[in-house]
Structures are given as C-alpha cells and as structure tokens.
C-alpha cells in the first residue's frame, strides 16, 4: 500500500461513512415506542399496503453516522467564513438555550391568544427594535428568508400600485445585484431592467434617472452593496424615484455594514428586508432557516402581509383575515406567524448586543473589512478603492496570465484549512471574490487570513499553476464532478437490483 | 462585549494600518444628513444572565403545550422528539455552517440532504423529492406554480379540504398571474372535484387526510385528472401518517407537496417548519429548489453536489434560490432514521390508535357528534354551540382542547360549531379524560 493510504479508505478523524440506506439491519430501531394495543382502524380501507423501505438503526448508529457526516463540514465554530454578502458571524449559544425554553419551542401556533401573550410580546419587542434600527414604521414579521421577503416587499409595492389605479410594469435592478433580486420581481409579474454601475462601482445616478418613468414601479438597491460600497448618492437616487412616483426598495442583506449608526429610513427607503440569519445572528443551519421581516413605509405598511399583531384591549392580538384594518393586505406569505424560533433569537441577540453593540459591531465589522482590504489589496486586485464597507470586492486581474482562476484560488483557500469567499459574484467584474469577515473575528484571526491570502496570491503569481488547479487535495473530497451530476442526475439512493434495472434502461 | 473580536487597542492599530484617522472616515460616503448624530434609544449591552431572566420571562407568560393536555392539530403536530434529534442538529458543523456552496467541505450537509431526499421520496411513494423549502404551505404554492409549467396550462383547482393557510398562500403567490385558481368552499360535505377539470386545468390540489382529518381514495381523482391531461397535487399536513395510510404516490399522484415538522422539529409557535416536495423522475426538471444530487470526485470516490442548480450555486443572477430550511431538513433526517421501518409504521400505528381512543371517548359525550368516518390522527367534532368559545373556556383550565375550524375558516357558518381535535402518541388516558371532563361541561 501507498503511503498514506489505508485498508478502509479512512484518514485518521476522516471517516468514510456509508449511506443511511446501505447501513440497514432489520429488526435494529432507534426508539421505544409504547404497543398500540388492539383497536378497530378507522382507515376506510386506505392502509398502506407496501413496506416503506426505511433502514433499521439502533441510537448509537445514528449518533455515529450523523458525528462522522457533521465532521466533512466547515462551519463559523471551526474557523473564518469569510462569505461575502452572507454575514457569517458567530452564533451565540444562549441564542439557541433561549429558543428552547419550553414556553417558547413547545407553543402550538393555534392556541388561543390569551395563553401565548408572553410569545406576541417577544414578537412585538423584535418589531419594535426592527423599527428602531432601521427608522422605519411598520414590519410584516412572517416572510421565511431573504427571497421570501423580497416577495413579500415586492408585491406590497404591487398592491399600493394597484390601489392607487396605476399600471406600472418594471423594476430597476441595479447589475451588482443578488439573483434572487430580479427573480422575486419577475415572479410578481414585472420585466426586470438592469441599471449599469458607475466607473466607482455605484448605481450609475444619470442613467437611473433616464430611466425612470411612470411605468417603473419600483428601483430595488442593494445598500451596501454588493460590491461592499455604501450609495454614496442615495439620496439623490431616492428623490429621483419618488418624484417618478415609483417606490425604492432596498434588500437588506448587507444592514450589518450600517446597524446603529444609519437608518434606511433616512434614506429615502420606502421598503426593505432584512435577513435575521445574517445581521442577527440566528445560525444559517447549513441552508436555512433563515427569517426576512419587511420593513414598511406608513404608505404601503396597509398592505402588509397577514397576520398581523395588533394591541388590543385585551392584550395582544393576531389579526389572521383581511377584513378591517387590514382589508388591504396580501394576503398570506407563509403557514403561522412566521419563524418564530428565529425571532426569540434574533431578539436574544439584540439585548445581548444592546443598541451600543449593535453599532459597535456594524463599525468593527467595517474596520474588519478595511484591515483585510488594506493587507491584500497590494498583492490582489481591488475592484473599486476603498473604503468599504463591511466587505470588499476583488477581481481575477490579479491572475491574469498565471492560468489560474478565481476558483482555484478558491479551492487552494481550503486546504489552508480557510472556508473561500464568495466568487463569481457580482457579476460586474469578472471572477469576482467578494470577502466579509465580520466583527467576530479577533485581529489574530485576521492576520493570519491576510498571511495566507498573501502567500497564496504571491505563489499564484509566482506561476505554480497546478498547485491551484488541483486543489484542494486535503479535505473529505477532491473537486466535484459537477457536470455529470447535473447531466444524469441520481437524486436519492436506490436499491442495488433498482440501480442496476435502471442503468441497463 | 462577549461576541466581538477586537479589543480597544486592536482597533485603534487597525485604522492605522488602514490609514484612517478615526472610524468615522471609514464610514465618509455616507451622506452627512443620514448619520445618526446620538446613539438609538435602544437598551444598552446586557450579560447572558440578565438577557435569559428577561426571556425566560415572557416565555413563562404562556401556557406551554407540553404542560397541557393538547389536542391541538390542523397543521403543526405535537411529537415526542428523541433527545438524538436535538443533539445532533445542534452540533456546530451543521448548525454554523452555510449553504453548500464549497462541497468539498460541505459533504455533511449534502450527504444527509441526498438522505432526506431519499427519505421523502420513500414515504410519499414518489420517485423523487427537493431538499426542502420554507414550510407545507409555500410548498403547496411552488407546486402549484410547477404545475402550471408543466402541464402549460393555467389554472390550479384547490379542494375546500385543502388546509388553508396552504390555501391563503397559494392564493397570493397567484395573486398577479391572472385567474388562475378555482378554490373551492370548505365544507364537511362531498366535493366534485373532477367535475371541476376542463382543457384549462393544469391541477387539482388536495390534502390528505383533509383539513378535517378525512382520509380519501385519490386513485379516481388522479385517474380523471390524468385522463384530462392534468396533474394531482396532494398536500399532507401531516406526514407521520404515511407510515400507516397508503402514500399519494400509490393512488397516483403527480406531486406530493408536505408539512415536514410533525417529523423532528417541534412546535416553535409555528416556525421555522420545512417544506417537502416530492415528485416523479420525469419532472425532475421543473422541480423547485435546491437539490443535492450524487457524483465523484477527481480521485474517483463518491461525494455529493448540490445539482440541477448551476442556477445556484454561485448565486447567479436571475436563477438564484434561497436559503431554505436545511437545518429543519436534518432534524427530519435524523429523527427518520432513529425510526427506522418499524417505529415508523410503530408510531403512525400508536397515533391513530390515540385519535381512535379520543373519538370513542368524545362520541360519548351528550351533544358532541364525530362528524368523521375516516380519519389518521386527527378529526372534526360538532358541538351544540360555537366551538371557539369552548376552547376559550377549556383553555382557561388549561386544556387545549382543538382548534375552533372557525378560526381556520372565519365565516363559514355551517362549521362554527366544529373543533378539529388530534392526538398524537404524546396524548395520554389522563388527557383524553381531561378533555372528556371538559367538554361535559362547557357543551
Ligand atoms: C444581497 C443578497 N440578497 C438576497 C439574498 C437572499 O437571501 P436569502 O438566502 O435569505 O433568501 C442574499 C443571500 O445570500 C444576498 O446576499
């Protein structure tokens, strides 16, 4: 045997580890559940007839199967993850004591209201610091992520419109933007134009305003963007649409650059989303779930989404039906009121932080990012000049001729034991590496990222090309092959006669 | 302040190696007028010990179901959630982890979603499942979007039976598509939902068992709406059911569109859920969301990769998806597989045999009807008066006693007299007296 290799494929702590399916014994099972004893089934006849064809597996191989799968992740607790437009930043554990107390996690969502007064007050404590942090005067708390509340602020604007007898069909969408922006735009039945950038990375002011007319509904901006630049002439861009009569929204997903220090309402921002899974810290969860409340302008806050929570004299209410006061909202985005386990969270967070905190935290979060910026941007290629905000942009020029690409680079990162940045995005540059550290990173850790992006940029320079083109080497897995995945896709595992039937078709 | 980096003397040697003179000229393009001149009137930075008396506070201002006896169904389920489940999920390398977007180190992740996947695929009797979205109802929504595309046709029929938050979603995400959904009237009667399919029909919605609690052969609806050249959607609320009722894949149906809490994921007061999807192999295409598919890696050896979504997996400009509920999708996983075959089928068993003990029990009580014939683990109750006032009074002693369809269908006469009532496994003799008790005397 080579060295290095072993008898079972394992290396040391990396353990192979076999699908749940190809680990079955029949007869083991995790849980001990009481006989049901003997009853007449009031099934009329529809009782499943087939075995289901789950594995059998006693507690201990589940907790060693889902031990070995957890030790194949990167993740915050384990080192840097500096993902751009993500916010990756630590995830307090008293966060999730907290959400787990049994007058919160274990509320049915239908109970009566009287017995969850203490529940609706947490939501409406969130509301009221949401409110306070972005100085705008109303909040839909239920949309379930990012995307879910782009939806959610994009057909409120369509419902304001719609009430106030207008036809409007476009949304500006400015290049930089993220992808999920001209999606939710398009599925609210809009044509979706984009608005160049500017030489400085920013919304080019002249060509918005050349396009801005009665039939633009809305001008959606990132701020910060995503080019990790503040709009410098946002307030020139806000009158602009409004004197078009269109709305300005702005996706929230970089807030962590501004919290405490600017209110998008002083902005000119008729509606935005924040992302609680990013700025507050409720953990990503390896995809969610996240929580995106919409922030509303007095204007378009009665079209709001349902429910909504009200005071009333008897205490809180939900108010679940468009009838009323809230005859004029959208109606419903999601089952409930919203991520609720989230919300105790994001709120734990908050008090922990303090309005002094939050700020603290945005401005570490920007000076962060300006210390990577100022140890890199020698050796790399900076998209725009600083300073940024709670990010930077870099581009491929920096490996121009080595034959090296951002994704290289990328996957070299992670045999340094660092999680990459975003890449290819935004699209304004090309093979964009766009880098947050956030303000939970101390300045040890920092150092060290910077060393590791010198090292790496200086050997990528140095031309040892295949150093990068065969990265990475050390983690669970080499590259993907990502083509034949998507080409003949297999989407869950079968039995051994059903794949071999199914590959002689 | 425990959860930041940096130390006073960090960052005054940070902005000078940034060659700025104080934070604030970090922060220079920010227009002048739009910069806070005093901190918010918000508190200010408290320690774990005063932050977790301020929550435990508020959380001890409700009556917890799990200090109740709880017949509280009709869309989120109460289970016993094996302490595994919660262990495992709240392990850092699932729990702080992002999107996979690097598989290389993300194998975790993906491995257990390619699991999920399989796993609903398996109960639903389909051939293939998503790995997740937000919840039952936007799942029911994206299906029906789905159907649309497929079939090219533009309207979807909901059943009256169809839950109706599930129903209240769908409506709005079709709120701007033009006419595009046929929903029909809730009610405790038959519905001809066959007789609503024409050449326009891209799919009738149901759910199984209904919002009710009634259980229905679906094999003639799929067969009528596939002679129509239209699709069968069935919503399940509740999925711990399909370990004992026969799946919707079995009776035909073209999308499986599922609440996934009831497996693993605990009340919450209604969130974070997570939302199933399932379908067959030739719609793979068309199949919202993210997927985790199998692959091998440059040495050969299997891995898994986030796939049918090159769409998304560098966030690409229109064809960027979300972040889901991928940790909601593990505690399923986790819990699935502590089941197993047998304490699958087991404890879909147990709690239909709890719902049929409560029946028997509440059609015992003077004035109390089972408007049911069929039903899985929850049903519908009639009572002499309106309900919602009944389970005001019951919850006062403590006791949630069902949910008052009137508070899930407000103005519907004919069901303002009815309690949906369930009892999962948690349920015991003790509570089914309580409610027993209680209703002898509220009615
Ligand atoms: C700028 C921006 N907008 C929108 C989103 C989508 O947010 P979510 O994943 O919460 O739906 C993201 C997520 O990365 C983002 O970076």
């Not at chain 1, 809230?326 to 991520?339: D, P």
Request: proline share 6%; glycine share 10%.
């Amino acid at each position: 045997m080579a060295e290095g290799e072993t008898i079972t494929g394992n290396r040391a702590l990396q353990i192979e580890e076999p699908l749940l399916f190809e680990m079955d014994a029949p007869g083991q099972c995790g849980v001990d559940l009481p006989d049901s004893g003997p009853f007449e089934d009031r099934l009329g006849g529809l009782e499943r007839r087939n075995p289901v064809g789950l594995p059998g597996l006693s507690e201990p191989r589940v907790i060693r199967h889902f031990t070995r799968l957890s030790q194949k992740n990167y993740a915050i607790d384990a080192g840097i993850f500096p993902l751009g437009s993500c916010t990756m930043k630590h995830n307090p554990r008293l966060n999730e004591r907290l959400a787990r107390l049994p007058g919160f996690a274990q509320l049915h969502p239908m109970q009566p209201e009287s017995t969850v007064q203490g529940a609706l007050a947490l939501i409406d404590t969130l509301a009221d610091w949401l409110r306070t942090l972005t100085g705008m005067p109303a909040v839909a708390m239920s949309p379930a992520a990012g995307a879910h509340g782009e939806l959610c602020g994009t057909m409120v604007i369509r419902a304001a419109l719609d009430a106030r007898g207008e036809k409007r069909s476009t949304v500006l969408v400015p290049d930089s933007a993220h992808g999920t922006n001209p999606a939710t735009a398009a599925m609210c039945g809009y044509a979706v134009e984009p608005i160049p950038s500017n030489a400085r990375g920013r919304v080019d002011l002249a060509l918005l305003k050349e396009r801005l007319d009665d039939d633009v509904a809305a001008f959606m901006l990132t701020n910060p963007s995503t080019c990790g630049l503040f709009e410098d002439e946002i307030l020139e861009q806000a009158e602009a649409v409004h004197a078009a009569g269109a709305y300005f929204y702005c996706d929230g997903a970089n807030f962590n650059a501004i919290a405490g220090r600017v209110r998008p309402g002083d902005l000119g921002i008729d509606c935005m989303h924040l992302n609680l899974h990013k700025t507050f810290s409720t953990p990503h969860g390896g995809g969610g779930p996240g929580s995106g409340p919409v922030m509303l302008s007095e204007a378009l806050a009665p079209f709001a989404p349902l429910p909504w929570l009200v005071h009333g004299a008897e205490g809180l209410r939900l108010v679940e039906r468009a009838e009323g006061e809230a005859a004029r909202a959208i109606g419903r985005l999601k089952s409930f009121h919203g991520q609720f386990g989230m919300f105790v969270r994001a709120l734990a967070y908050m008090m922990s932080h303090g309005g002094d905190g939050i700020r603290q935290a945005s401005e570490d979060a920007v000076l962060s990012a300006n210390y990577v910026l100022a140890g890199l941007e020698d050796v790399m290629s900076l998209s725009y000049p600083g300073p940024c905000m709670h990010e930077m942009l870099f581009d491929d020029r920096f490996l121009k001729g080595t034959g090296i690409a951002t994704l290289d680079f990328a996957k070299a990162m992670i045999d340094e034991g660092l999680h990459p940045m975003t890449v290819y995005f935004p699209l304004v540059v090309h093979g964009a590496m766009l880098i947050e550290p956030t303000e939970s990173e101390s300045r040890q850790s920092l150092d060290v990222f910077i060393r590791v992006m010198r090292a790496l940029a200086e050997r990528a320079k140095g031309g040892d090309t295949a150093w990068f083109t065969g990265a990475p080497r050390l983690a669970p897995r080499r590259r993907l092959d990502e083509t034949t995945a998507a080409r003949q896709p297999v989407l869950r595992w079968l039995p051994e006669e059903a794949s071999a039937e199914k590959a002689a078709e | 302040m425990r959860y930041l980096g940096l130390t006073d003397a960090d960052r005054r040697a940070m902005l000078a190696a940034c060659g700025a003179a104080d934070i604030d000229a970090l922060y220079r393009d920010v227009p002048k007028s739009a910069v806070l001149a005093d901190p918010l009137d918000l508190p200010l930075h408290a320690g774990e010990m005063e932050v977790e008396r301020a929550l435990a506070a508020l959380a001890a201002c409700n009556l917890s179901a799990a200090d109740a006896p709880c017949f509280l169904g009709a869309g989120a389920y109460r289970h016993h959630v094996p302490a595994a489940v919660d262990y495992i999920i709240q392990r850092g390398e699932f729990l702080t982890a992002y999107t996979p977007y690097q598989p290389e180190i993300a194998q975790g992740t993906l491995q257990y979603l390619f699991e999920f996947q399989t796993q609903v695929a398996l109960i639903c009797g389909m051939e293939i499942a998503s790995a997740s979205h937000y919840d039952g109802a936007t799942a029911c929504a994206e299906a029906a979007l789905m159907a649309r595309r497929i079939a090219k046709r533009s309207r979807v029929v909901v059943s009256g039976g169809v839950h109706p938050h599930y129903r209240g979603v769908t409506e709005t995400y079709f709120r701007w598509l033009g006419d595009g959904l046929d929903l029909l009237p809730p009610s405790l009667g038959d519905e001809d939902l066959a007789a609503c399919i024409d050449g326009d029909t891209a799919a009738v919605m149901v759910q199984n068992p209904d919002v009710f609690g009634r259980l229905r052969d679906l094999a003639p609806l799929a067969e009528a709406c596939h002679e129509a050249g239209a699709l069968l959607i069935v919503a399940v609320a509740e999925p711990v059911s399909l370990g004992l009722v026969r799946p919707p894949g079995e009776m035909g149906a073209d999308i499986v569109a599922a609440e996934g809490q009831p497996v693993g994921n605990g009340l919450n007061f209604g969130g974070p859920y997570l939302g199933l999807m399932a379908t067959r192999q030739r719609f793979v295409r068309q199949l919202p969301g993210r997927i985790a598919g199998q692959t091998i890696d440059a040495d050969g050896r299997r891995g898994w990769v986030l796939t049918l979504s090159a769409r998304e997996q560098h966030i690409r400009r229109e064809k960027a998806a979300s972040t889901n509920s991928g940790l909601c999708a593990l505690a399923f996983c986790v819990h699935m597989a502590l089941l197993g075959e047998e304490g699958f089928r087991a404890l879909a068993r147990l709690n239909h045999a709890r719902a049929v003990a409560l029946a028997d029990a509440l059609a015992a009580v003077d004035g109390v009807t089972v408007e049911n014939d069929t039903f899985f683990n929850e049903f519908t109750i009639r009572l002499p008066g309106p309900a919602a006032p009944v389970a005001d009074a019951m919850a006062e002693r403590g006791i949630l006693g069902g949910v008052p369809a009137s508070r899930l269908f407000p103005g519907v006469e004919d069901l303002a007299d009815c309690l949906v009532v369930c009892a999962t496994e948690t349920v015991s003799d003790d509570d089914i007296a309580a409610l027993t008790a209680a209703l002898k005397e509220f009615v």
